[in-house]
């Protein structure tokens, strides 16, 4: 079988929809070989992480040739190509198909974040991006939902008939399923290396609720008042997380990586990180979740949208508005070491067998065989 996928976020993306796309054509790989993966992009960074897929066999990427370049490439000729180039299914791995696109398609719709935190989106990003949904939504063979929260986001959305839209969770980077460590953060050792801490991943801001965790730690007694390491950056809403610590002399509290820590420290973080603390508005999936169980990381999530899906029914849930709440329940994780080893060893468990990549791979490779 001829796949082609739309890369250009395999290429040039290194956070969530680039880390997707890897992981995604990675297991499709090594679990289905000898089908022919036709990577499209209008660019590439070049680094350690995009070259290897212009080495490996069962590659091909694909540049563009002719006048059209970019954003309009991808648009208008990436179709064109596709066909030409033979591809017997075209697979949109971040929520958009190319325009008059003639062979068996599949879309991957992440979140419908725009729709349901619109304050975060300046207007013409929304408009851009529910016009691209739309299209993919309508054009696609199949879509892929990459959680049952997500499903029911693009039902409600976009009238998409259920039958239409297929459940794949996210696949995770293959390291987690591995025993190795990681190494510690160098930048951060001072703070994480032999001392208790917790831990927080992801983008900062008002969707992800770090300033609800600085005001839970706020109502902690000062002895289970351990740091939290945050890993990830923002703008405004950072700037306003950093002034009610500075208001509220919490600067002891709260650890704020100076820099990107990579896979390998990541791993280490959540190896030695006491919990997870994820108390998000909304996901379309919460990889960080998966990620910590896979682990042997015990977690603190919201009992909203997908991340009960990714929690599984032992981690701690909250609801992400109530600070009592998620000081409770950190609270919980600290004085209660059973409870802790309990939720490690389940919460492990369930992400293995949830979340296998071989499970995703088959899944996916199914749902194509379908098509053609």
Not at 111 to 120: G, I, L, N, Q, S
Not at 159 to 181: E, K, S
Not at 185 to 190: C, D, K, R, V
Not at 317 to 327: F, K, L
Request: hydrophobic share 40%; aromatic share 10%.
């Amino acid at each position: 079988m001829r796949i082609g996928f739309d890369a250009k976020r395999l290429f040039n993306n290194f956070t969530g929809l680039g880390n997707h796309s890897r992981t995604t054509v990675d297991i499709l790989m090594e679990f289905h070989p000898g089908n022919e993966y036709l990577l499209y992009t209008p660019k590439i960074k070049h680094n350690a992480v995009t070259d290897q897929y212009l080495d490996k066999a069962d590659c091909r990427t694909i540049l563009p040739h002719g006048p059209l370049r970019g954003s309009a490439w991808r648009t208008f000729s990436l179709a064109k190509n596709a066909k030409k180039d033979g591809a017997d299914i075209f697979h949109g791995l971040s929520n958009e198909l190319p325009a008059r696109l003639d062979i068996p398609s599949v879309v991957t719709i992440h979140d419908v974040a725009f729709k349901t935190f619109p304050d975060m989106y300046h207007a013409t990003d929304r408009f851009t991006y529910n016009l691209k949904w739309r299209h993919a939504c309508k054009t696609a063979d199949r879509i892929i939902a990459i959680s049952q929260s997500t499903k029911q986001d693009i039902v409600r959305f976009y009238g998409v008939d259920p039958d239409r839209i297929d459940i794949v969770y996210q696949p995770v980077n293959r390291i987690y399923y591995t025993d190795g460590t990681g190494a510690c953060p160098a930048t951060l050792e001072q703070y994480v290396n032999g001392k208790p801490f917790m831990l927080y991943v992801g983008s900062i801001n008002s969707r992800k609720n770090l300033l609800g965790i600085v005001k839970a730690i706020e109502l902690l007694p000062e002895d289970l008042r351990i740091p939290l390491v945050v890993i990830g950056d923002g703008r405004e809403y950072k700037q306003k997380v950093l002034e009610y610590i500075s208001a509220h002399n919490l600067q002891d509290a709260v650890v704020f990586s100076p820099e990107k820590v990579g896979t390998e420290g990541l791993r280490y973080l959540y190896r030695n990180a006491r919990m997870l603390v994820y108390p998000s508005f909304y996901e379309g999936f919460g990889l960080p979740v998966v990620e910590a169980l896979l682990s042997h990381c015990p977690v603190i999530t919201s009992n909203v949208s997908s991340l009960p899906e990714a929690a599984g029914p032992d981690s701690l849930m909250v609801e992400p508005s109530d600070i009592r709440d998620i000081a409770d329940k950190i609270s919980m994780l600290m004085t209660d070491d059973a409870l802790r080893r309990e939720m490690t060893d389940k919460g492990f468990r369930y992400a293995m067998d949830s979340f296998s990549p071989k499970i995703l791979a088959d899944r996916l490779m199914d749902i194509y065989r379908q098509l053609i």
